[in-house]
């Protein structure tokens, strides 16, 4: 020491130099914070998976983020604003690259999006921009962006996750500006109290001033080069801790050296005495504090470990009150406690006096005083905790009321969903794996809580009916049922017929036996003309010879006319009744031929049942042993085979049925041309009657005309002939068709009696399916996915959202009915875990890769994280402490009281807390993050106190225990009750920060210093110390 003191002003000399070179040359803070400071989640938690898992396969650039633009009225938009947001939407458009936007999602563009980003009332708009942040500040960006998109007569904002860290650092360095300001301000007029000096307060303010300049800059470097943890919470900590335990400690050193001026000492003799007193404290008391922040080092979460920047300060902080305060004792000597004059005097405290008195005298008194205010706050506290980041800010920021905004319009589960990751080693884009998919997506959308699922299944958010093959099931069963009921027309038209064709055969015979009579009356009428032939030859010998008389030639003429005129007209009506036939055959053979063409049909349509039998088998495992299914599998293909054998008949008698319609037409012109021959011989008789008048004047012209009718007559036998022998093919044919429609009467009842077997099958088919469709245990499993589906060019863009573009990663949106920053969002993410789990079971998918992401499982991981981390690092800083403890106090003893009485503060003041903001203020809980750093920090400044009086009471340990707790409360009191005042002081001054987890630290370290200050340490723990008596230092030392 007294080489520090010699050396002085050297030392102050490299003091300075040292500040100024680190503060010149360190990275910007603010920068470092912005740039390493964010809150992330260690790797191996399902959130850093999740993100991972997206960077190995996502086409996003790096470093882009997601911004969210906000169009809002109060009322619904009109189309005036409309139409102004659209023109701001395509300005952002067209000048993309000087905006740093990637690409911009709006519903101007894809009209499918209105849904998801125009509100229900139609008083909000949401456009996505992808930003480009590489190597770019996100401030510079922001304001761009902020000028780009305002719009006439329309409130605009922007959020997302990037804007609202932003907005954290934003508020956390105005917050650390504020805190810098007061607790300069606070301690300034503390210890110009304390010390009743205007000069005291400076030596503490230039040395923490001084330290805190060396150690921010020291943190810097070691952020930049080494990344060293870093958070928004570093530099507050390191200016309320080093500002408040440096105070702290100048105020016991300055305390001590002036106790020791009191006793008329010289300055040297009282700066050595101070600093081997006071100092070996302070250096004990800092080395705690040290340790009780470097132990947070051992958390895995980078934001707990940022605290540790605090043990490197306190490092810096013990050289500088080593170095620096003994400059100014030297140098300034009692002038430290001007304007006082005379004699300093070191007062006692007279408050700590009476409640250590009262605590040794009526240790139950005491001890009841202390239960008063513990036992009502620990009652109270349930250890409610709250993840919402946004409570951080409040609504001042921009950023947070655009996402209420989003929220209260669109649903907070519906912007931040819970996003399921699955990575798989082959491509995903398949029917096999979609089908997969749905049936997560079923799965996942049973979880409490979820109120929607979007997946590659389910691109929209609403499942795919087509997908089932419950409703495929549905849709074939109706089909099955038309079907059926034309199968039913088709019995009955077949019935029909057959019964027609049995009522007809009859009539066929009938037909058959007149075409004998027919034919008889040919050949007779055949040997007529033969007669006639002869008659005609013997008159025309007779006009040539003139025998007779013309009389008897002319009634053989009328005679003769008579007869053709008979021929004639049985001619005409035989051909009438024969083209009758043929048209009648020709429906028939069309009727026939259509009933062919329909038995064809309806045997293609049973033959394509095996196809849709073939998948139900693919589809079904164990199918093929079902008996129903057999039995209608076994009757469909029968009714094929017979309706194969009935289009047969059908074809031969349409066959027949053609020879028979061509015989007829064959016939009817010959009938045509005998008809022909028999009206002009008929007409031939009259000029022969009007000749006989004549006869003396044309007996050669009658011989002539009565020779070519001789000459004609052949060919009219002839004719007849040729009728006679079509007359027995249409005999013949009826006879064969009479024998075919008995035969296809029988095929027509055949075909009749297997259709109704066919109709009852699939009756059968039809219950079958009907009951497969209303299987709400198949809908689980049943999917099919069409190809027709799948090359669509609209599901292809679902699959290019869902599904990465090398297909080994496809994701799953669970949009949440529930805040995602709620305790009860958190536990959902354990059950889709669980739900996850049991669906992947058994499947192609049960080894793949699995991540959750969204704020939700980011909170839970960080829930999970924290409580091991707390765990850990309470039981490092807990042992740390106690061998502190153990080394200054040789004691086993006294470290556990004073640790159990820390703890008691503890619990004691984070119920405070509670009671303030949750069942007071009204806030969901205490942040996250609270619980942790106020265990840290009051543990570390609060063993502090307990240093300074049990070290003290060390110091009488020659007297009696009694009176040196007693001396040691009186001496130490002011001091304690001066430091904890100036320390609570410090954090209050994070009371103005306006960043909540601040508030909550400020509220628990403050209300613990002081209930420790005032209750705990001068009641508490000297009713032990009495208690215990000599036990105090077992197993090291006895009272002397």
């Known amino acids: 020491m007294r080489s520090i003191v010699k050396f002085r002003w050297l030392m102050l000399a490299l003091w300075i130099v040292i500040a100024v070179v680190l503060a010149w040359k360190a990275p910007n803070m603010e920068n470092l914070v912005r740039e390493k400071g964010q809150i992330t989640v260690p790797d191996g938690y399902s959130s850093t998976l999740a993100s991972k898992i997206k960077q190995r396969h996502s086409n996003e650039k790096e470093g882009s983020q997601s911004f969210i633009v906000v169009f809002h009225n ?15 939407v395509h300005h952002i458009i067209d000048h993309e690259k000087k905006l740093s936007v990637n690409g911009v999602t709006t519903h101007f563009n894809q009209k499918e999006l209105e849904n998801q980003l125009v509100s229900k009332d139609g008083k909000t708009i949401l456009v996505i921009l992808d930003v480009d942040l590489k190597n770019k500040e996100i401030r510079t960006i922001r304001e761009k962006l902020e000028k780009a998109i305002k719009t006439p007569h329309v409130d605009t904002m922007m959020t997302g996750n990037g804007l609202i860290n932003e907005d954290v650092v934003i508020s956390s360095q105005k917050g650390l500006k504020k805190t810098e300001f007061i607790t300069v301000a606070f301690i300034l007029i503390v210890l110009i109290l304390v010390f009743r000096s205007v000069v005291a307060p400076i030596i503490p303010l230039f040395t923490v001033g001084l330290t805190y300049l060396v150690s921010q800059s020291v943190v810097a470097f070691l952020v930049d080069k080494l990344n060293f943890p870093l958070s928004n919470f570093t530099q507050i900590f390191l200016v309320a801790v080093l500002f408040g335990i440096g105070t702290d400690y100048c105020i016991l050193l300055l305390s001590r050296f002036k106790e020791e001026l009191s006793k008329g000492n010289e300055v040297i003799p009282s700066i050595i005495t101070t600093y081997k007193t006071a100092g070996k404290t302070v250096l004990f008391s800092g080395i705690a504090v040290m340790i009780g922040f470097a132990s947070i080092g051992f958390a895995s979460f980078k934001l707990y470990q940022s605290a540790s920047a605090v043990a490197v300060g306190v490092v810096f902080l013990l050289l500088a009150l080593l170095t620096i305060v003994p400059f100014f004792m030297a140098s300034l000597k009692k002038v430290i406690f001007w304007p006082q004059k005379g004699n300093i005097s070191h007062s006692e405290s007279k408050l700590w006096g009476w409640a250590g008195n009262l605590a040794i005298t009526r240790p139950f008194i005491a001890l009841g005083i202390v239960a008063i205010f513990i036992v009502p706050l620990l009652i109270s506290y349930n250890g409610k905790l709250s993840f919402n980041s946004l409570d951080e800010l409040g609504n001042n920021y921009e950023s947070v009321k655009a996402f209420n905004i989003v929220s209260n319009s669109f649903g907070s589960g519906e912007i931040m969903p819970v996003t399921v990751v699955l990575e798989n080693d082959e491509s995903m884009k398949s029917k096999d794996y979609l089908g997969l998919i749905e049936n997560i997506s079923h799965d996942l959308s049973k979880v409490d809580h979820v109120e929607k699922i979007r997946s590659a299944t389910r691109p929209v958010g609403d499942v795919m009916k087509e997908l089932y093959v419950k409703n495929q099931a549905g849709t074939i069963s ?87 005129i008979a021929l004639k007209d049985g001619v005409n009506e035989l051909l009438i009744n024969y083209r009758k036939m043929q048209n009648g055959l020709g429906k028939i053979n069309g009727n026939y031929g259509n009933i062919a063409n329909g038995l064809l049909e309806l045997q293609t349509n049973l033959n394509n049942l095996n196809n849709h039998f073939a998948k139900l088998e693919a589809n079904y495992k164990g199918i093929n042993e079902d008996t129903d299914y057999l039995v209608i599998k076994q009757t469909v293909q029968g009714a094929a085979q017979n309706l194969g054998a009935s289009s047969g008949a059908m074809s031969k008698l349409n066959e027949n049925l053609s020879i028979i319609n061509d015989g007829f037409g064959k016939a009817n012109i010959v009938l045509g041309n005998i008809y022909s021959g028999l009206t002009q011989f008929s007409n031939g008789f009259d000029p022969i009657i009007d000749g006989l008048d004549q006869l003396e004047l044309g007996m050669s012209k009658a011989a002539d005309g009565q020779s070519q009718i001789i000459e004609k007559l052949p060919d009219v036998s002839n ?19 009479d024998g075919q429609l008995s035969q296809l009467t029988d095929g027509l009842n055949q075909s009749t009696e297997g259709l109704g077997k066919i109709q009852v099958g699939l009756n059968q088919t039809s219950d079958f399916l009907n009951k497969m469709s209303n299987d709400v245990n198949l809908q689980k499993s049943g999917v099919y996915i069409p190809d027709e589906l799948i090359d669509s060019p609209d599901y292809q863009k679902a699959l290019d959202t869902y599904i990465s573009k090398d297909g080994k990663m496809t994701t799953i949106d669970l949009i949440l009915n529930q805040n995602p920053y709620s305790n009860n969002a958190m536990t959902t993410i354990d059950h889709i875990k669980q739900a996850l789990t049991a669906s992947l079971k058994g499947t192609k998918l049960e080894n793949a890769h699995i991540g959750i992401s969204g704020a939700t499982s980011m909170n839970h991981d960080l829930n999970k994280m924290s409580d091991a981390d707390y765990s850990r690092t309470v039981l490092y800083m807990l042992v740390g402490i106690g061998i502190i403890l153990i080394i200054l106090l040789r004691s086993l003893i006294m470290p556990v009281y004073l640790i159990i009485s820390l703890l008691l503060t503890y619990y004691s003041s984070i119920a405070m807390t509670e009671l303030v903001f949750v069942h007071i203020l009204g806030y969901s809980g205490i942040s996250w993050a609270v619980p942790f750093f106020g265990f840290v920090i009051l543990m570390a400044l ?20 009694k009176e040196g707790i007693l001396l040691a409360m009186k001496n130490m009191g002011t001091v304690i009750i001066s430091a904890a005042i100036i320390l609570a002081g410090t954090f209050a001054a994070m009371l103005p920060s306006g960043v909540m987890s601040l508030l909550q630290i400020a509220t628990l370290v403050l209300s613990g210093l002081l209930f420790y200050a005032f209750i705990v340490l001068p009641l508490f723990v000297p009713v032990l110390v009495k208690t215990l008596g000599k036990t105090n230092w077992w197993p090291f030392m006895s009272n002397k």
């Open 478 to 564: 109706k089909g099955i049922g038309q079907g059926n009921k034309g199968i039913g027309d088709i019995k009955n038209g077949l019935d029909n017929a057959a019964k027609s064709l049995s009522k007809n055969a009859p009539k066929l015979k009938t037909a058959t036996a007149g075409i004998d009579d027919l034919e008889s009356g040919t050949k007779s009428l055949q040997a007529g003309i033969i007669d006639l032939q002869s008659a005609l030859e013997q008159i025309e010998g007779g006009i040539r010879s003139g025998s007779k008389g013309a009389d008897d030639l002319k009634r053989g003429i009328v005679a003769a006319r008579k007869q053709a």
């Open 74 to 88: 109060n009322h619904r938009l009109d189309s005036v604003q409309i139409d102004n947001i659209e023109k701001t």
């Open 719 to 737: 004719g007849l002939g040729k009728i006679a022998d079509g007359q027995m093919q249409l005999k013949r044919g009826f006879g064969s068709l």
């Open 942 to 961: 609060g063993i502090d106190y307990s240093i300074f009086l049990m070290d003290r009471f060390i110091e009488y340990r020659h007297l009696q225990i």
